[in-house]
């Protein structure tokens, strides 16, 4: 791997133009540089994602040690304070003096001579400094204390306080900067847990059992997942408790169809598709090729043959397959808020009016999904975010438009979790207070 702190610049100056999603920057070039040093790697990825996480936290101390509000400052000039800042402050392994060194040298290589000694300046005041710094005061101003605290902005902290309360919503955005183990849903076609368990550990990859699903499990201590046999081998693959919940309580049987709407990367279709045991048929649809794609790889990889993957607009009703369908996933595009912690830009790109527009997005899906459903047959509905207008509203304007009634989902859930509103047939999970994404799961029946 070239110089791993260039190669984060790089991902930093992508995703503050908007060029790329920050997931999709870092996986690229993780991709690209898979056989270099692990150190490296390691280094490049965590420099990215805490640099982005903590992005308000960084502009906030940077404002209060530089003439020029970071904000005004050029893209790659930027990119360089915050990920120096974010060394000095949360890197500890790293000396400050090779934070500010390394900072100037890339401006320099990157035409920047000039304003080498004002990035040099900042980033040495701040390390002398670290003690100085000044933060909000939680009791003058809470909304504002927690958003620098927790880097999250202040709009979004006031949003989740019309539902919750302060205690709840800080357990929220501070689950957000907790690190994350990779969670792995294991096929039981493929021998199941048990077998992964050992496969995985023969490699020396530390496995946990997951909280809420039997197949699940969280690995930690690996470098790259393609160089695990079990992963390589289609005996497993990455996806959350929550989708995999979600999943689970769509409760198919052998030899159905089932159809999931906008399925990329495809982990809900491929646990239904391992459920039914090579029977019946999942056809999992998204909008681009390059979605389709990404089901297509993991078709491959695992080898169901009983799965299919097809390009298709959710928006646009397909006649063809009318009351075809014995369950239909429609786990719809969303605001994103309940995965913020492993999709850091979301947080600095989503707004509320961008919300609004998103469930009217939204119910022109629903309406072509409920179509799709036989009589008897069941819907899923389900999002990754916790906006009550994007899940519970859109759940009863389902059953206040269609002929769907709610399904008590109480005996269905992992005997851990108790939600009231199961009875109600759906549940809003909650990063920081359940043991997953933050996930919204309603299932409905056609009468």
């Known amino acids: 791997m070239q110089n791993p702190r260039e190669c984060a610049l790089d991902v930093l100056i992508k995703v503050d133009k908007k060029e790329e999603l920050s997931h999709i920057a870092i996986s690229n070039v993780l991709e690209k540089y898979q056989f270099s040093e692990k150190r490296d790697r390691a280094f490049f990825t965590r420099l990215v994602e805490g640099t982005l996480e903590r992005q308000i936290t960084i502009d ?94 202040e709009w979004i902290i006031k949003f989740f306080q019309k539902t919750y309360d302060n205690e709840t919503v800080e357990k929220i955005i501070a689950s957000y900067l907790e690190e994350r183990k990779t969670t792995l849903c294991c096929l039981i076609s493929k ?55 979600c999943a689970k309580l769509a409760s198919v049987q052998k030899e159905q169809f089932v159809m999931d709407l906008c399925s990329a990367p495809g982990g809900k279709s491929l646990y239904v598709a391992d459920q039914l045991k090579g029977s019946g048929r999942v056809l999992s649809r998204d909008l681009t090729e390059y979605k389709t794609d990404l089901i297509e790889d993991n078709i491959d990889r695992v080898g169901f043959t009983n799965m299919e993957s097809e390009v298709f ?60 459903v036989k009589h008897g047959g069941t819907l899923i509905y389900s999002t990754c975010t916790i906006n009550p207008a994007e899940n519970e509203e859109n759940f009863r304007w389902i059953l206040d438009h269609f002929d769907f009634e709610a399904v008590d989902i109480t005996k269905e859930l992992p005997k851990d979790l108790k939600i009231e509103t199961a009875q109600e047939g759906f549940i809003q999970l909650l990063p920081g207070i359940h043991p997953c994404d933050g996930f919204f799961i309603g299932k409905l029946r056609r009468k």
């Open 60 to 153: 906030y101390v940077a404002d209060q040690f530089s003439k020029t509000k970071i904000r005004k400052c050029k893209p790659l000039i930027r990119a360089l304070l915050r990920m120096g800042i974010y060394q000095i402050l949360y890197m500890d392994q790293v000396p400050d003096s090779a934070a500010c060194n390394e900072a100037v040298k890339l401006a320099k290589k990157r035409g920047f001579s000039r304003l080498s000694g004002f990035v040099n300046g900042v980033l040495r005041n701040i390390s002398r400094k670290k003690d100085e710094i000044q933060y909000p005061s939680r009791e003058k101003n809470l909304e504002t204390y927690l958003s620098v605290a927790y880097s999250i902005p």
């Open 191 to 245: 021998g199941g847990k048990e077998a992964v368990r050992k496969e995985l550990e023969a490699e020396g990859v530390t496995v946990e059992d997951g909280s809420l699903i039997e197949n699940a499990v969280q690995i930690s201590d690996y470098d790259f997942l393609y160089r695990l046999k079990a992963f390589r081998e289609g005996s497993c693959y990455v996806q959350d408790e929550s989708s995999m919940l």
């Open 313 to 372: 607009d959710a928006r646009v009703l397909d006649e063809e397959h009318i009351e075809a369908a014995d369950v239909v996933i429609a786990d719809v595009p969303c605001s994103g808020l309940g995965i913020m912690g492993k999709k850091n830009d979301i947080k600095y790109h989503i707004s509320e009016e961008g919300m609004k527009d998103l469930v009217k997005l939204q119910r022109e899906i629903l309406a072509n999904a409920v179509q799709y």
